[in-house]
């Protein structure tokens, strides 16, 4: 008896060691399962090397050798599944739960469809959800809060509909989620208030409503806030930054928002984006903005707002945006705005803006785009000669009431790309100059009160602009030209397409080199002085979609081939 005790003993010694190693081999064979069955609810392209290549993804190597899969050393367990960026087209398969040591799950820029599987909820381990930019569809499970330790969520960019479950908040390690650019709907649930570890929240370009939950505000370590483009109304913590003291950015521009703007900023040393534009803010634009030392955008267009441009703005030494574009802002534009030399766009249109412009504005080296469309804006431009503006590509000055000449410092402006002084008042020559803007597309003079150079009509301003050989569209309607139209206008560039130029006295005949212009779209000389028939060379003008030369001297017919 005691030698079968013994014997027993013996073997059980002997197979203690396989134990592990057959536990071990069968938790392998679940994740190697796993990976077969998740590989096969996709397709990739045939000629795609990575699942094609010998032996990769194919059971007769180590799976932890496979493209996009790492494993932890010890156990040979799947602890990351990268597969981004390699045009997956498929489903997302239920047994990608069963990959119970996995941390991260990376399928961003694919074309998985379908629904997001609940089986993902089993993955307690998991740190990072990235699955932006595929076309996933139906609701984002709310069991998805079984993941306890996720600190990195995104499904941006996918079709996803429903609410945002509620559930999120209770995930406590949760720092970055991104949910924008779906057909979310429903109001934002307040309990992602409770996930104090949060530090970007992004739900932009949704069909979200009611009203923000202000408790929001209250995570301290919160530093971006996106709910662009929804339907989302509540008011702004007149404190802003009191209880979110990191907050970086907060956009929240095209929904219903309502109310004053926040007054005090004392708290936001961090702040360097904020976008109010299109809601419905009323009040003056707060003298607290000037405050805000590492601000860079400030958008507050399309708003109710009112009163003055605050001249505190001035001491926004790190602003590079300031719109505040279709409101009922009055008074005029502060002088001290030069100080701004990082600015790159101002954008002041469609308010009620009286004065004139301050010489000093077009000092600001930075400046790309100055759009006063729309105000009661008058004097004469600036003319100075020293006026540089090198990195100046829009000027939008279109619907003011300007005076004088267009000043010759224009031409020094070299970057220049759209110039619009439609419908002001000035006067005299066109400058010849202008054809110094080699990459002019769009050039817009049209109601004013300009007139061509005296002397050769060969050397106009038109002449000049075959210079510019970007240019796609020249409009001088309802001016006082009394101009010819030089032959030499053939020598413009192959991208026009469009000429307005009606009612400018312009006289003499339409010159044979007009139908050099291939790429022509829209002639518009009505109702000038011309005479003379149509140019037989109009029949080159292939692209032609509007001729209008009515209420002239013209006569015989068109050319066959139009």
Same mark, same amino acid.
């Given at each position: 008896?005691?030698?079968?005790?013994?014997?027993?003993?013996?073997?059980?010694?002997?197979?203690?060691?396989?134990?592990?190693?057959?536990?071990?081999?069968?938790?392998?064979?679940?994740?190697?399962?796993?990976?077969?069955?998740?590989?096969?609810?996709?397709?990739?392209?045939?000629?795609?090397?990575?699942?094609?290549?010998?032996?990769?993804?194919?059971?007769?190597?180590?799976?932890?050798?496979?493209?996009?899969?790492?494993?932890?050393?010890?156990?040979?367990?799947?602890?990351?599944?990268?597969?981004?960026?390699?045009?997956?087209?498929?489903?997302?398969?239920?047994?990608?739960?069963?990959?119970?040591?996995?941390?991260?799950?990376?399928?961003?820029?694919?074309?998985?469809?379908?629904?997001?599987?609940?089986?993902?909820?089993?993955?307690?381990?998991?740190?990072?959800?990235?699955?932006?930019?595929?076309?996933?569809?139906?609701?984002?499970?709310?069991?998805?809060?079984?993941?306890?330790?996720?600190?990195?969520?995104?499904?941006?960019?996918?079709?996803?509909?429903?609410?945002?479950?509620?559930?999120?908040?209770?995930?406590?390690?949760?720092?970055?989620?991104?949910?924008?650019?779906?057909?979310?709907?429903?109001?934002?649930?307040?309990?992602?208030?409770?996930?104090?570890? /949060? =530090? @970007?929240?992004? #739900?932009?370009?949704? $069909?979200? &409503?009611?009203?923000? *939950?202000?408790? %929001?505000? !209250? +995570?301290?370590?919160?530093?971006?806030?996106?709910?662009?483009?929804?339907?989302?109304?509540?008011?702004?913590?007149?404190?802003?930054?009191?209880?979110?003291?990191?907050?970086?950015?907060?956009?929240?521009?095209?929904?219903?928002?309502?109310?004053?703007?926040?007054?005090?900023?004392?708290?936001?040393?961090?702040?360097?984006?904020?976008?109010?534009?299109?809601?419905?803010?009323?009040?003056?634009?707060?003298?607290?903005?000037?405050?805000?030392?590492? /601000? =860079? @955008?400030?958008? #507050?267009?399309?708003? $109710?707002? &009112?009163?003055?441009? *605050?001249?505190? %703005?001035? !001491? +926004?030494?790190?602003?590079?945006?300031?719109?505040?574009?279709?409101?009922?802002?009055?008074?005029?534009?502060?002088?001290?705005?030069?100080?701004?030399?990082?600015?790159?766009?101002?954008?002041?249109?469609?308010?009620?803006?009286?004065?004139?412009?301050?010489?000093?504005?077009?000092?600001?080296?930075?400046?790309?785009?100055?759009?006063?469309?729309?105000?009661?804006?008058?004097?004469?431009?600036?003319?100075?000669?020293?006026?540089?503006?090198?990195? /100046? =590509?829009?000027?939008? #000055?279109?619907?003011?009431?300007?005076?004088?000449?267009? *000043?010759?410092?224009?031409? !020094?402006?070299?970057?220049?790309?759209?110039?619009?002084?439609?419908?002001?008042?000035?006067?005299?020559?066109?400058?010849?100059?202008?054809?110094?803007?080699?990459?002019?597309?769009?050039?817009?003079?049209?109601?004013?009160?300009?007139?061509?150079?005296?002397?050769?009509?060969?050397?106009?301003?038109?002449?000049?602009?075959?210079?510019?050989?970007?240019?796609?569209?020249?409009?001088?309607?309802?001016?006082?030209?009394?101009?010819?139209?030089?032959?030499?206008?053939?020598?413009?560039?192959?991208?026009?397409?469009?000429?307005?130029?009606?009612?400018?006295?312009?006289?003499?005949?339409?010159?044979?080199?007009?139908?050099?212009?291939?790429?022509?779209?829209?002639?518009?000389?009505?109702?000038?002085?011309?005479?003379?028939?149509?140019?037989?060379?109009?029949?080159?003008?292939?692209?032609?979609?509007?001729?209008?030369?009515?209420?002239?001297?013209?006569?015989?017919?068109?050319?066959?081939?139009?």
């Amino acid at each position: 008896m005691p030698s079968i005790l013994l014997l027993l003993l013996l073997g059980f010694l002997l197979v203690q060691p396989c134990i592990p190693h057959l536990s071990q081999s069968s938790n392998n064979f679940t994740d190697q399962s796993a990976l077969i069955a998740f590989k096969s609810k996709f397709t990739f392209a045939p000629n795609d090397t990575v699942f094609t290549a010998a032996g990769n993804w194919s059971t007769t190597t180590n799976f932890c050798e496979w493209f996009g899969v790492s494993c932890s050393r010890r156990r040979q367990r799947v602890t990351a599944l990268n597969l981004s960026n390699v045009g997956l087209h498929g489903t997302i398969s239920p047994h990608i739960g069963n990959l119970s040591f996995l941390v991260s799950l990376d399928l961003f820029n694919n074309s998985f469809y379908g629904f997001l599987p609940h089986e993902i909820s089993r993955l307690h381990r998991l740190r990072q959800l990235q699955l932006k930019n595929n076309l996933l569809e139906g609701s984002i499970p709310p069991t998805i809060h079984n993941c306890q330790k996720l600190e990195y969520l995104s499904l941006s960019r996918n079709k996803l509909s429903g609410g945002i479950p509620k559930e999120l908040g209770m995930l406590p390690m949760l720092r970055k989620l991104y949910l924008g650019f779906n057909s979310l709907k429903g109001a934002i649930p307040r309990s992602l208030g409770n996930v104090s570890s /949060l =530090e @970007i929240l992004n #739900l932009e370009l949704n $069909n979200l &409503t009611g009203t923000f *939950p202000v408790v %929001i505000f !209250n +995570l301290s370590f919160i530093t971006s806030i996106a709910v662009t483009e929804n339907h989302i109304s509540g008011t702004l913590p007149m404190d802003l930054c009191m209880h979110c003291p990191n907050l970086q950015g907060l956009y929240i521009s095209k929904n219903e928002f309502t109310g004053n703007l926040p007054s005090h900023f004392n708290h936001c040393r961090e702040l360097s984006l904020l976008s109010l534009a299109s809601n419905k803010f009323h009040g003056s634009i707060p003298k607290g903005f000037g405050s805000l030392e590492k /601000l =860079e @955008i400030l958008n #507050l267009a399309d708003n $109710n707002l &009112t009163e003055n441009i *605050p001249p505190i %703005i001035s !001491n +926004l030494s790190m602003l590079q945006k300031f719109a505040i574009s279709n409101n009922n802002i009055r008074g005029s534009i502060p002088s001290d705005l030069w100080h701004l030399q990082n600015l790159n766009i101002l954008q002041f249109s469609l308010n009620y803006l009286t004065g004139t412009i301050p010489q000093n504005i077009f000092n600001i080296t930075s400046l790309k785009l100055l759009d006063l469309v729309g105000n009661f804006l008058s004097g004469d431009l600036p003319l100075d000669t020293k006026i540089s503006c090198p990195n /100046l =590509e829009s000027l939008n #000055l279109d619907y003011n009431k300007f005076s004088g000449h267009i *000043p010759s410092y224009l031409s !020094n402006c070299s970057n220049l790309i759209l110039v619009d002084f439609t419908q002001n008042l000035l006067s005299g020559p066109i400058p010849k100059s202008l054809g110094n803007l080699k990459f002019l597309k769009i050039l817009r003079l049209g109601d004013n009160q300009l007139t061509g150079e005296p002397g050769d009509q060969e050397h106009s301003f038109l002449t000049s602009l075959a210079s510019c050989r970007f240019l796609e569209e020249i409009t001088t309607s309802f001016n006082p030209l009394n101009i010819s139209i030089p032959d030499a206008i053939g020598n413009l560039s192959v991208s026009l397409i469009y000429i307005f130029a009606d009612r400018c006295q312009i006289k003499g005949q339409i010159p044979m080199g007009m139908g050099s212009l291939k790429n022509l779209s829209v002639l518009e000389l009505t109702g000038n002085s011309l005479t003379g028939k149509i140019p037989s060379s109009f029949g080159g003008l292939e692209s032609l979609q509007r001729l209008h030369l009515g209420d002239n001297k013209i006569e015989g017919f068109l050319p066959k081939q139009l």
